[in-house]
């Protein structure tokens, strides 16, 4: 059982511990300020980044000032499996000074399916153990999340790839994971034509 476990830990987070952000470090990652753009380009930009990482699998509740947006997977081992949810929250408001401020947040639940005993003697099925929303945890995701809204805005040349965030992660520039946005087993992660707004110079 306590392998399964481990199994369903390994495809959301890992079984490694990760130390949790400070109050700043929280802020500084989960947020943004944006200037000569608009804020339905903020929300636009946001929206096509959760798309291209796997828009079959993403429901969109819209709000005014952003989205809330579900994810639902499930991820098939030899000796076990997990499912799934990524729940994705946006919000926006416009500054008197015209700038944009944008605030993000990710969760995740998974539950681990496993076999269970039924009332037929011999008989095993699966079943989803219940788990809880946690928040992602470390900044990783949130680095990768508002590079590519920053490529999208036209505020940067390139599009950030899940191996480049990997690799930040491995060199210990950034912490945490990004299994929301990089996840290889579930996640499609397409890569754009080109920004949505004309690139600042």
């Known amino acids: 059982m306590r392998f399964l476990l481990c199994i369903a830990a390994l ?5 490694a511990t990760n130390a949790p952000l400070t109050r700043q470090e ?11 753009v608009t804020q339905e380009q903020v929300i636009g930009a946001a929206e096509r980044v959760l798309r291209l ?3 079959d699998d993403f429901a969109f509740a819209h709000r005014p000032d952003g989205f809330l947006a579900s994810r639902g997977w499930s991820v098939y081992l030899v000796l076990g499996a997990s499912v799934g949810a990524d729940t994705w929250v946006l919000s926006t408001s416009t500054r008197p ?3 944009v401020f944008a605030s993000v947040e990710v969760g995740t639940s998974a539950a681990a399916v ?3 005993a039924t009332t037929t003697p011999g008989t095993w099925t699966a079943a989803a153990l219940p788990a809880g929303a946690t928040p ?3 900044r990783a995701v949130y680095d ?3 590079s590519r809204v920053d490529y999208l805005l036209g505020l940067r040349e390139t599009w950030p790839t899940c191996k480049e965030s990997d690799a930040a992660v491995s060199s210990g520039k950034t912490r945490g994971f990004n299994d929301a946005l990089c996840n290889s087993f579930n996640v499609k992660d397409e890569t754009p034509a080109g920004p949505m707004v004309a690139r600042q110079k």
């Open 11 to 15: 495809v959301v987070a890992g079984c």
């Open 26 to 36: 929280a802020l500084q990652a989960t947020t943004r300020t944006y200037a000569g």
């Open 53 to 55: 990482a796997d828009g």
């Open 97 to 99: 000074d015209g700038a």
């Open 114 to 116: 496993t076999p269970m």
């Open 136 to 138: 992602v945890q470390g």
């Open 144 to 146: 990768l999340f508002w």
